[in-house]
């Protein structure tokens, strides 16, 4: 029997907690439950964890700050509970580093989709190295790239960013728009073809005979591997 995969869910309601616990173990997964940051932070750093669930309002700690300070731990995949549906909160969870994002109230068997989804597409993707073309700094919003410092305007960045934290990850026009964007339907698609080209002149700048990001045809971009 393959072993199962350990979920850390860092949630301080009892009940969410209880009806999480329950979904994943239901599919096989290992749930392991901590009410505080301060107590799931201690669980990470012993290692065997697979994936966080991370709810925002904890009683100790900004589940924002934890979020940035899990990220300095551990690569691990990290999906983010709210109670709040506002854009900016999800742009600021994933400029942390979470992998995805679901708002209160959610149906377990979502919850339990998105984890599946979160560990397929993080399956076997390299960890950032001290190696990488890029660092991103984020709580400066700064972007390096091959030692020198990229003036970016916010959705270039943004993007950026989105790339960056999975390199080979393909994502569409449309998810981008999702993902980046205050007010997503307020904006055409095309506006992301339009920052893609103003992100490749500023990376060609820095490094004229590379390009880093891949165009899918008809589908979206990537971030090329091996950087």
Known sequence: MPEKQSILIIEDEPGIADTVTYALSREGFEPVWAATGAEGRARLERGG???????IGLPDISGF????????LSNV??????ARSDEIDRV??????ADDYIVKPFSPRELVARVRAVLR????????????????????????YRGSIL?????EYEILCLLARRPGWVY??????????????????????THIKTIRAKLRAVDPGTDPIVTHRGVGYSLREGL
């Open 65 to 72: 700050d934890l979020a940035g300070t899990i990220r300095k």
């Open 151 to 155: 003036d970016l305007s916010r959705y």
């Open 121 to 144: 597409r993080s399956d076997g993707a390299p960890a950032p190295s001290g190696g990488s073309a890029f660092a991103i700094d984020t709580d400066r919003r700064r972007i390096t």
């Open 49 to 55: 964890i697979d994936l966080v669930i991370l709810d």
């Open 92 to 97: 600021l969870g994933l400029e942390l580093g």
């Open 77 to 82: 995949p990290l999906l983010m509970l709210t």
């Open 172 to 193: 569409t026009r449309e998810k981008i728009m999702e993902l980046v964007w205050i007010e997503p339907d307020e904006s055409f698609e095309r506006t992301v073809d």
